[in-house]
């Protein structure tokens, strides 16, 4: 099990960015892969991005495409989402997730596929 710890989120006008980062309590975090998931009042989570533990290979969800990228640093264990022109309907709490999986570009679109989650992080997008 890995304890992940969420931050970068706030208060940003719609247009914005923000770079949210999910630090992994093990050295090993580059054994996992990672998503990213957000989830807003009265709706379920939802897919924003997931990366591979090689990092060779990303997935985005359709409302994201283009906006956001994701990163991951293995030195600082430390996977990154880079937010760009944010939309007043981006506002959510942002979770991330791991999972140690076996094969190098394996990630997962599901919130089932994932084993370990952070506390979440606050994004709200001002109009």
């Known amino acids: 099990q890995v304890h992940l710890v969420e931050s970068g989120g706030g208060l940003v006008q719609a247009g914005g960015s923000l770079r949210l980062s999910c630090a992994a309590s093990?050295?090993?975090?580059?054994?996992?892969?990672v998503g990213w998931f957000r989830q807003a009042p009265g709706k379920e989570r939802g897919f924003v991005a997931a990366i591979s533990k090689s990092g060779g290979s990303t997935l985005y969800g359709d409302s994201v495409k283009g906006r956001f990228t994701i990163s991951r640093d293995s030195a600082k264990n430390t996977v990154y989402l880079q937010m760009n022109s944010l939309k007043p309907e981006d506002t959510a709490v942002y979770y991330c997730?791991?999972?140690?999986?076996?094969?190098?570009?394996?990630?997962?679109?599901?919130?089932?596929?994932?084993?370990?989650w952070g506390q979440g992080t606050q994004v709200t997008v001002s109009s």
């Open positions: 093990t050295r090993t975090f580059s054994l996992y892969a």
């Open positions: 997730a791991a999972k140690e999986t076996y094969y190098s570009e394996s990630y997962y679109s599901s919130p089932i596929g994932y084993d370990d």
